[in-house]
């Protein structure tokens, strides 16, 4: 299913736009995920949690964690991203400059030390170039709380030039539609290996590869 | 005995929301004992503790703001309590620290901040740990723990 989404949208991007609007006959999925489910599992009857979820705000995901009696901090990370390094530039390029990079970070993590049990990154870490995302990581690391989580999306095709852009809406726990927004390049490719290296400061790891060719994560604080 | 009605001096009486137009702006703090609609500028505060604000479409608060209800059609920079209910439509954009019993968000809408979830007062025999919802539904639900992330 995803697949099918990938192949439509990377089909459609012959012009190297950073980020493309969706066709008209893309329509949210809805698709089960492991790592959401752990996510949930890890925390579930836990009471007074604060999450951190960087889809953009939406009713679905206000609705589900707020329900559970967790407080949410919002926000629409590829938005920020977009804003801080879009333009007439190169996306990936412009994400060398320190003081854009310096504005994406503290529009998006700039926050007390250990103030989350939890962080939903999605997707938004494989659009970050090195060194940025390992500044967004060191970062991550220092505002979540020790034992907690945060869960994180990597497409998973070494060659792909373009991934799409979801929004990630949560469906119940074990299950999120993603709402097509458009695509762009990834900054770098992620695998297993790399991720390691990533998140080397966290205390654990964890995959899930997808037939869809989406690695989802869980990393442990 | 006179037929002619007394004067009504309640303001809801005789006409709608007060309002203050499009090409006001305002430094400073508003107070207000009815509904108010925002369509200028304001820099500085908003109460109406028993009653709705709305910011329409061209309102831009620079403000923290306290009402019963808000409806949000325009920008709002400054944190929000909303004792019943916040509305954050279509093209809207909130940045700022949410604390309400219900909230609506519309996509399209962008909001950037945490939502606390205020519990009413009336605890109620019954009440059972809070489950998951419909994705679509409003939310009234149990508070999360206060933290000192900033809305900006």
Redesign the interface.
Known sequence: MLKDLWRAETLASALPAQLKKPGPALQPQIRSSHGLEQFFSSIQGQ????LLDFS?????N???I???????????AL?TMEEAFGGSGDFVAQQSDPERAAQFLRETL???DQ??DGALLWDTLQFLEPPLVDDAVERLHRILRPQSLLLAFFHAEEKAQQAPLFTY?????KSM?LAPRGQSRPAKYFNNRSLEKLFQKFSSVKFFLTRDHLREVIVRR | MSSTPAPSLHPSDSRGPAIIGKSVMIKGQIFSREDLTIDGEIDGSVELHEHRLTVGPNGKLQAGVKAREVVVLGTIHGNVEASDKIDIRKDARLVGDIKTARIVIEDGAYFKGSIDIARPETGKAGGTAPKPVAATAAVNAAAGTPVTASGD
Do not use: H, K, M
């Open positions: 009471e007074n949690l604060s953009g705000a939406s009713q679905a206000i609705s589900f707020t329900s559970l009696g967790y407080r949410i901090y919002s926000n629409d938005r700039d926050f007390p103030s989350f809406r949560i469906v119940d726990s539609s």
